[in-house]
């Protein structure tokens, strides 16, 4: 079954879970899977719980003759890419949040702001990685008029792939500091991860919001010769 074709489902059932402890009469369970722990355990037991359908990608799980299971080879994969479905079906502005600190505040104060004119649909707490983006993108709804898409990275390359599925129409970066090198190696490898959402915006001629009183962001965006920019920062003259 391809991603459309769970998506025409999806549209039909459209509440998503992952855990089946919570599963909502008619929802879907994706069974993904941890260090400790295995979705596919516990797939039927969601659809015993009220879950309409559960998405599994081991094959020992699957009731043949239950046609609410649907067998894919990689259940997070699948995840994303319905997120990603589900997030092609919108214009909307979407704005893309990463930084090394201060994601989660402002995406609160960016969609506080917004929604005193707009119906916004936002990022839940810090619901900000590979896991939680999906549940976010899956969450807008046809009366939402813009979406404000919090990011967060671990290790090179995390941002590059959350944007693949977010595709952002503008986005910023807080700030990149020296905080939280583990999994970076360096602070130029903090600089090349969050980078990562420049890289998107400039190649898909996105809108870039600038902090210019921060050096290195503004170096970064320098790099990269933005045509569609808006700056803003502190002016201490």
């Given at each position: 079954m391809?991603?459309?074709?769970?998506?025409?489902i999806?549209?039909?059932?459209?509440t998503v879970?992952?855990?089946?402890?919570?599963?909502?009469?008619?929802?879907?369970?994706?069974?993904?899977k941890?260090?400790s722990?295995?979705?596919?355990k516990?797939a039927?037991?969601?659809?015993?719980?009220?879950?309409?359908?559960?998405?599994?990608d081991?094959?020992?799980?699957?009731?043949?003759?239950?046609?609410?299971?649907?067998l894919?080879?990689?259940?997070?994969?699948?995840?994303?890419?319905?997120a990603?479905?589900?997030?092609?079906?919108?214009?909307i502005?979407?704005?893309?949040i990463?930084?090394?600190?201060?994601?989660?505040?402002?995406?609160?104060?960016?969609?506080?702001?917004?929604?005193?004119?707009?119906?916004?649909?936002?990022?839940?707490?810090?619901?900000?990685?590979?896991?939680?983006?999906?549940r976010t993108?899956?969450?807008?709804?046809?009366?939402?008029e813009?979406?404000?898409i919090?990011?967060?990275?671990?290790?090179p390359?995390?941002?590059?792939?959350?944007?693949?599925?977010?595709e952002?129409?503008?986005?910023?970066?807080?700030?990149?500091g020296?905080?939280?090198?583990?999994?970076?190696g360096?602070?130029?490898?903090v600089?090349?991860?969050?980078?990562?959402?420049?890289?998107?915006?400039?190649?898909?001629?996105?809108?870039?919001?600038?902090?210019?009183?921060?050096?290195?962001?503004?170096?970064?965006?320098?790099?990269?010769?933005?045509?569609?920019?808006?700056?803003?920062?502190?002016?201490?003259?």
């Open positions: 391809d991603i459309q074709e769970i998506y025409k999806y549209l039909s059932h459209p879970t992952t855990d089946s402890r919570n599963c909502p009469e008619g929802s879907i369970f994706i069974a993904l941890g260090a722990f295995d979705g596919n516990f039927k037991a969601a659809l015993d719980k009220g879950c309409s359908y559960a998405i599994v081991e094959k020992e799980y699957v009731d043949t003759t239950d046609e609410r299971f649907i894919v080879d990689d259940a997070l994969v699948t995840y994303k890419e319905l990603r479905e589900h997030r092609r079906q919108f214009s502005p979407v704005i893309g990463t930084g090394t600190n201060g994601k989660t505040t402002s995406k609160e104060l960016i969609s506080t702001v917004l929604a005193e004119k707009y119906k916004v649909h936002h990022t839940e707490a810090n619901y900000n990685n590979d896991v939680g983006v999906p993108l899956l969450g807008i709804r046809p009366d939402d813009i979406a404000v919090e990011m967060g990275a671990s290790h390359g995390d941002i590059e792939k959350l944007v693949t599925y977010v952002p129409t503008c986005g910023l970066i807080t700030n990149v020296r905080a939280h090198l583990q999994g970076f360096s602070f130029e490898g600089k090349r991860t969050k980078g990562e959402l420049y890289d998107f915006l400039k190649a898909h001629d996105a809108l870039l919001f600038l902090n210019e009183s921060n050096a290195d962001l503004t170096e970064m965006a320098a790099q990269r010769e933005f045509d569609r920019i808006i700056t803003y920062g502190q002016d201490d003259t």
